[in-house]
């Protein structure tokens, strides 16, 4: 089950945190990612971190200002994201991939939280 937390309200240039709480995953299950889908655009991936050895792939767009983190002890996958702007504004997706593969291709990905809204606003 993955749940997210910590979307809403952000003004452009500002930051927000969210967090993903992963529990009752298989072994099979390597990598923990965000995703995220705008107003009338496809699902695109942001970032996903491996659970076994904390290496990361971030998509281009939004690098250098969004940063993900794994939380063993709490089994949490935070996403740091700073300098926002109205084009982050966007339903964002925990996500979890089995296998060693690319995770930041949708059709890679096994399960799917239910999403949480970013607005980035003035």
């Known amino acids: 089950q993955l749940m997210e937390s910590g979307g809403g309200l952000a003004q452009p240039g500002g930051s927000l945190r969210l967090s993903c709480a992963v529990s009752?995953?298989?072994?099979?299950?390597?990598?923990i990612g965000w995703f995220r889908q705008a107003p009338g655009k496809e699902r695109e991936g942001v970032s996903c971190?491996?659970?076994?050895?904390?290496?990361?792939m971030t998509e281009p767009h939004t690098r250098g200002r969004f940063s993900i983190s794994r939380d063993a002890a709490k089994n949490t996958v935070d996403l740091e994201m700073n300098s926002l702007s109205p084009e982050d504004t966007a339903v964002y997706y925990c996500?979890?991939?089995?296998?060693?593969?690319?995770?930041?291709?949708?059709?890679?990905?096994?399960?799917w939280g239910q999403g949480t809204q970013v607005t980035v606003s003035a």
């Open positions: 996500t979890a991939t089995r296998f060693v593969r690319n995770c930041l291709l949708e059709n890679h990905v096994d399960s």
């Open positions: 009752g995953l298989t072994r099979e299950y390597i990598f």
């Open positions: 971190i491996s659970v076994r050895d904390g290496s990361t």
